[in-house]
């Protein structure tokens, strides 16, 4: 399989209602897409950086600059088959996860398509639909955030995580157990606290959570072991788990007692199934989290939440929870027990609406083999 050319598209599009986490707001969601050519073929991917370097250092600029001038050169009129190989080929290109596992996902594709071969299948999936949740952003009040939880409830969601922040913490999160007393409910701090502050955390405690996610910093692993001994509740890492030597000191370390794997922030899918093998042979429990993707990052999620050990139901809602309009042809939708069907095409299994691209591109770059 040898590269033609690889096309950058930075998309901007908008959100059907504002995100806002502890560390900002989105209105419109930024992101790069990637497409490969090779033998006539078109693979795509999608690398999840975001404006802001907010959740990760990685921002589209960062992330553009580092797919045009170093992975781009090192792929184009090469041979480049295995994810294996591409993760070899990159790994002096010290960290940038998101902008190494957009280039991955594309390979993934065009191998696919190439091989007629689904995703799932090529990662070794074992279901046709995955458990699915929802997560809230933080909302204008306790009040208002109750009543954007009971329209995610009426459209079928069948567990609900919802953003906290210091001071919007237990007040938020008790006002939507009090109103939903059985639900599967979870929380995500998005590293808003520390050792100093987490106190305020501890009646989260008795509010049977399925879990709280990533209350310390991305590098506390070792003061998230401290704070999972204070707490019953599980405590889910995200940020902090960026390869799987993270993953595996999260597991010595006790440092936490489920996983949220996210193909981008891993540095590319091959890198989260080898996390998710590793959790699976130690009895850590996984779920597959989201940067509120594109429909075709969703596919890739879809594709990834199905194997044996994603135990807990994804971040992965709906294409019509975050875009009125996609880019791809496909449109998720939920189904009635809280599950997603999970592409059976090749690759990805997504198509890509011209127009809409079209539409959402700010800036496009293509680049050639010599
Ligand atoms: O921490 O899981 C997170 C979105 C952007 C950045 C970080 C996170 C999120 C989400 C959204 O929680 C999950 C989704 O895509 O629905
Ligand atoms: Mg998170």
């Not at 690398?47 to 170093?70: N, Q």
């Not at 109103?179 to 106190?199: H, M």
């Not at 007692?257 to 996984?286: F, T, W, Y």
């Not at 996609?326 to 599950?339: A, G, K, Q, V, W």
């Amino acid at each position: 399989m040898k590269l033609d050319s690889l096309t950058l598209h930075h998309l901007r599009m908008p959100l059907v209602a504002p995100f806002e986490t502890s560390f900002g707001r989105t209105t419109d969601r930024e992101c790069i897409l990637i497409s490969i050519q090779s033998e006539g073929l078109t693979g795509y991917g999608e690398c999840v950086a975001d404006r802001d370097p907010g959740y990760s250092y990685e921002t589209v600029g960062t992330a553009w600059h580092i797919m045009k001038e170093f992975i781009a050169p090192l792929l184009l009129g090469r041979d480049s088959d295995e994810a294996e190989h591409f993760q070899r080929r990159v790994e002096h290109i010290r960290g940038h996860h998101l902008a190494k596992a957009g280039v991955e996902m594309a390979l993934w594709d065009l191998r696919g398509k190439l091989e007629g071969r689904p995703l799932r299948e090529m990662l070794g999936g074992i279901r046709d639909r995955v458990q699915v949740g929802v997560s809230v952003g933080l909302q204008t009040s306790p009040e208002v955030l109750v009543k954007t939880v009971e329209k995610y409830l009426a459209a079928g969601y069948g567990r609900i995580k919802i953003k906290i922040k210091p001071g919007r913490d237990v007040g938020d999160t008790t006002a939507v157990r009090e109103a939903f007393l059985t639900i599967k409910l979870q929380v995500d701090a998005n590293s808003a606290y520390s050792l100093a502050t987490w106190e305020s955390l501890k009646p989260l405690d008795l509010l049977d959570l399925l879990l709280i996610e990533q209350p310390l910093n991305e590098d506390d692993i070792w003061d998230h072991r401290k704070l999972q001994k204070e707490l019953r509740t599980p405590v889910c890492l995200d940020e902090s788990i960026i390869t799987l030597r993270h993953a595996r000191y999260a597991l010595e370390m006790e440092a936490c007692k489920i996983i949220n794997i996210k193909a981008g922030r891993v540095g590319g899918l091959s890198q989260a199934v080898l996390i998710h093998d590793l959790c699976r042979e130690r009895g850590m429990p996984v779920w597959c989290g989201g940067m509120l993707e594109t429909g075709v990052g969703r596919a890739s999620n879809l594709a990834l939440a199905s194997l044996p050990g994603f135990v807990l139901p994804g971040d992965i809602s709906a294409s019509n929870r975050y875009y009125t309009e996609d880019i791809t042809c496909e449109r998720f939708t939920l189904n009635p027990d809280s599950t997603i069907d999970v592409p059976s095409g090749p690759g990805l299994g997504v198509t890509i609406e011209s127009g809409a691209l079209k539409k959402f591109t700010l800036a496009e770059l293509r680049l050639d083999a010599e």
